[in-house]
């Protein structure tokens, strides 16, 4: 069972580890040097040439979008790699409508293929334990079995159909996304008000307002750091997907509208590769509010 | 320690009942006579005029609004039942600059106050189990020590400076209701792409889009229930409340007027006295979406 993790950002990278630990035979490939040598140091193969990759039993795709992942399966040469029962899982949030159609292409050219984006962040994805919200045949989960054992704590089986798995990510990105600038709101409200920010944190933690995105990014408003863990640019990304799926079926969404917007003055005002919750300064400076750490 | 509970929805009638439950002498007090008779059934001493309480030690206030609690403290007869240590401890959501207001007011009469906005639901109203955000003096807290072990499971002190309370109670009102506009949004996109509303729940609630208010008020949807337990003219008050504040101080609230909004058309289309996740019958209709439960 030889997986080939391609792209080794926060996520890939974590499923890269995650592999590599439980004691599959795991390569990982990426543009970036710097996320290759991480990944050597940490005992992994790390290559530069899918072409070297040898024989791969399972593609784990961890690109930033669709034009990437449809460039990596369909014009790398992935498809040479792989062995005869291959499957190609691909973890990139994407519009059903594409998941389904790089499923087909998959189909066609006679391997597996599972849409399986994930959730649960950098710190899970490091320790084996991320969400999958997945769908495809059953024959290929269970190709792939040992390797989502390796990379994750929970993973839903939403059917046969590709497209399914995707869709779930749709609304989970949609919350998400609403929950990271709702946590900036609230934030820059209450130090405009002079509250203790980390009290706030901590208060509103164990109170109705709570959810997982006040309590993993509020912190990094709360000390004003701002290094990426997931940055704004993937907030801009998926929240247009989310938006521009409901408007192909006529549904609403205007907090996701709302604070799409936000994203996107985020990215205008040169923030686009800071974490998401920098969407708090976009926020701030409409309100003449100092957060910590940030130059008023 | 007498302690009367003026106020016995939702929240009034869990502490009412919590009071009760761990031996405190309580009475309860509501000018519905429903609420009244399902007081008296669970054993407690209902009341229709505060004049008849008897000497109150400790009154815990859990009516509607601001009015309402002005009303109820100064001009219902109820400073004239207090013994002389008592405190008032106000649990009602109101704009920070009132909730100083009434400290001042309740000061200059001789008593003691505390501003103590409540969290966490009805079911944990009624467990004991509410948190309390609290501000106010030590001597006062000291008092009302038994009457806050018997209904909380957390109480945050945040100092002595009445309004404290309220601040940290606007934080949390300004999330909930846009988590719950959230939520309702979400749902109505997953509903209209033809899913599985409860397994958007089961899948959701493991992964980083989870927010306490999707898990409480996401089956209230899925389920087609909107049997009031928290009703949608309570967000209008609360995220009208946060708007407010934030508007006077020159804050933006993107998302709590987009939420707000919501909330009041909800209102326009007769909904006010359904459960606040009815938010998302306005979103269905403008989308042309059939919720479960919900005639098209």
Chains 1, 2 share one sequence.
């Not at 929240?239 to 006529?250: D, F, K, Y």
Request: proline share 3%; net charge negative; hydrophobic share 45%.
């Amino acid at each position: 069972m030889h997986t080939l993790v391609i792209g080794l950002g926060s996520m890939g990278y974590g499923a890269a580890l995650s592999c590599h630990r439980a004691g599959l035979q795991t390569s990982g490939i990426d543009v970036n040097l710097e996320a290759r040598d991480a990944f050597a140091a940490d005992g992994g193969r790390a290559i530069d040439d899918i072409n070297a990759a040898g024989t791969v039993d399972c593609a784990l795709i961890f690109v930033i979008n669709a034009d990437q992942a449809e460039q990596v399966i369909f014009e790398s040469g992935l498809l040479s790699t792989l062995s005869p029962h291959a499957v190609i899982v691909n973890c990139v949030t994407l519009a059903p409508s594409r998941a389904t159609a790089i499923a087909e292409r998959v189909a066609h050219a006679g391997f597996g293929y599972i849409d399986a984006p994930v959730s649960g962040g950098a710190a899970k994805a490091r320790a084996g334990r991320m969400s999958i919200m997945a769908s495809g045949h059953p024959d290929h989960f269970d190709h792939v079995k040992p390797v989502f054992d390796a990379i994750s704590e929970h993973v839903f089986r939403l059917g046969d159909a590709p497209g399914a798995g995707s869709q779930m990510k749709l609304i989970n990105q949609l919350l998400a996304g609403v929950h990271i600038a709702a946590a900036a709101e609230a934030l820059n409200l209450a130090a405009g008000l002079k509250m203790d920010l980390h009290e706030v944190l901590e208060v509103i933690s164990h109170c109705a307002g709570s959810s997982w995105m006040f309590e993993n990014r509020g912190p990094h408003i709360a000390d004003g750091d701002y290094t990426p863990l997931s940055n704004v640019n993937i907030f801009v990304k998926d929240l247009g997907i989310v938006t521009e799926e409901a408007q192909q079926s006529g549904i609403v969404t205007p907090l996701s509208e709302t604070a799409l917007a936000l994203y996107r003055d985020a990215v205008r005002q040169g923030l686009g590769g800071e974490d998401d919750s920098a969407v708090a300064k976009v926020l701030a400076a409409r309100s003449g509010v100092t957060l910590p750490g940030v130059a008023s």
